[in-house]
């Protein structure tokens, strides 16, 4: 079974999303994400500075299998990007929620957090997405 | 519904993440697939390949049935047990599907063909049988586990009774020993050595389960892939189908134009094909910086398309993306792949990329 953490948000496409309290937050994939793509030999992140809005197609996470789009959950500007996983895309798979995280985001509209599901409603959407 | 081998329940105790493949429901792999790619290139692991369909051929026109069939020449085959790959190609020349023919004896041979092509080819080698006098016998009673690596034959040679074990630990490659019951061949898809074992499906599990217990990695069809585009070799659907001659396909090595008289299914295409010169080619590509080459990503010498890769990915042993693409004959070395909007350099190398766990290309 994939590993869900409280305390974090989730998004229908499978980003985590962990509120820092002050303004900002750190995005990254889930851990039933990581294990559908399988090995992640590849990540390309956006740039520190850059302008998004909620749905944006940011980065791009590449398995041994597939390659993948990751969509910003929420608007704002990129503060800091996870540059080990250029040489070490392997850490998404190895510890999702923490040293594989993609980036951090300043929030321009704190209220598209409520959009977002706790971990039992992504729970239910991961399984039911599996059927 | 996917049909399931004999070893599904396997499979799944051992938490193997399990997908629909050509009608089949199998394992992709059991955790890691890059760790199952350097288990195989650096020690041994196995294959469920049950999926894959064996066809034994049998009656006194055998071998003037299939130098008819098949664009290589059984009648290289001068002794009992040796193996030879071949496509078999339709009237234009495109490949129906490609294959192992192993020569057992005068009245029998034994081909393994692609699970997802089995049904396809199955018709269409029946229907070629016409007035030669074969029997056409798929062994659907039969499975198939392939343990390849460097420690592949040391690990299973116990596992085998004594009068095989005796023989397939002289087996040169590709070649085989058998018999009543169980098949083994030296032969294999990752460019590694080892065998395949052909065995009755009662045989199947408890072989398996001996082979965990020696040591040797289940590799899931994840690697299979990676290991065996490393090893440059063709994978049916994506590098050759039948649109496509074994000649724009990297495979005019399997063809046997001589002896001239031998008149084979697709040899006329193929002939003009070769007077009229052949239009594409497919070559190994190493990408120089940062990305994955994926199939069918466009490739571009200045703002001409110039062809498309064929099959790409991630390869483990060199830590870097590789591909083969099919491009147009006498295109320039130095060109571009498109990916996602953008375009980087590539760079045309020999292939096979890895043999025997150990780069073969030049970088």
Not at chain 1, 84 to 98: G, K
């Amino acid at each position: 079974m994939s590993n869900t953490p409280d305390g974090l948000k989730y998004a229908k496409t499978h980003e985590w999303i962990k509120d820092n309290g002050d303004g900002t937050v750190t995005v990254g994939i889930s851990d039933h994400a990581q294990e559908l793509l399988g090995d992640l030999v590849f990540v390309e992140l956006p740039e520190a500075g850059s302008d998004i809005a909620a749905g944006d197609e940011i980065a791009v996470v590449e398995s041994v299998k597939a390659a993948s789009d990751i969509y910003s959950p929420l608007s704002g500007k990129i503060l800091g990007i996870n540059d080990v996983l250029n040489d070490a895309p392997e850490s998404i798979n190895d510890s999702p929620y923490e040293e594989g995280w993609l980036f951090t985001l300043k929030m321009t509209d704190k209220s598209e957090l409520d959009a977002l599901m706790d971990a039992d409603a992504y729970t239910k959407h991961a399984q039911d997405e599996e059927h | 519904m996917d049909k399931k081998t004999i070893l599904n329940q396997t499979h799944h105790n051992l938490g193997a993440r399990m997908v629909p493949f050509g009608g089949w429901e199998m394992p992709v792999h059991y955790g890691s697939q890059i760790e199952e790619h350097h288990a195989i290139r650096q020690h041994a692991g196995m294959f469920d390949v049950s999926h894959m369909q064996i066809i034994d051929l049998k009656g006194s026109d055998c071998k003037r049935y299939l130098r008819h069939l098949l664009a290589n020449d059984v009648g290289k085959l001068k002794s009992t047990g040796r193996a030879l790959y071949s496509c078999m190609l339709n009237s234009q020349g495109g490949v129906i599907d490609d294959l192992i023919v192993y020569f057992m004896d005068e009245t029998w041979y034994r081909i393994v063909v692609n699970a997802s092509t089995a049904q396809k080819d199955l018709g269409w080698i029946m229907e070629q049988v016409g007035v030669f006098g074969v029997e056409v016998l798929p062994r659907s009673d039969m499975a198939m586990i392939a343990v390849q690596g460097p420690k592949a034959i040391e690990l299973t040679l116990p596992l085998l009774n004594e009068e095989l074990r005796e023989a397939a630990a002289d087996l040169k490659p590709f070649s085989a020993v058998w018999d009543p019951s169980w098949f083994v061949a030296r032969t294999g898809y990752t460019g590694e050595d080892g065998f395949e074992i052909l065995l009755p499906q009662g045989d199947c599990i408890a072989l398996w389960n001996d082979l965990v217990d020696a040591g040797v990695r289940p590799c899931g069809l994840g690697a299979r892939d990676t290991l065996r585009l490393e090893a440059g070799m063709n994978l049916y659907g994506q590098d050759m189908d039948e649109t496509t001659t074994p000649l724009v396909s990297g495979l005019g090595w399997t063809v046997a134009l001589k002896p001239e008289e031998r008149s084979f299914i697709g040899r006329g295409p193929l002939e003009k094909q070769k007077r009229e010169g052949i239009p594409q080619q497919l070559v190994g590509l190493v990408l120089e910086g940062r990305g994955i080459l994926r199939s069918h990503q466009k490739l571009f010498a200045a703002d001409k398309q110039i062809g498309e890769i064929t099959s790409g990915g991630f390869s483990p042993t060199l830590e870097r993306s590789i591909a083969l693409a099919r491009i147009e004959t006498g295109s320039p070395h130095g060109f571009d792949v498109e990916m996602r909007g953008k375009r980087l350099p590539v760079k045309v190398v020999k292939y096979p990329f890895v043999r025997h766990g150990k780069l073969a290309t030049k970088l």
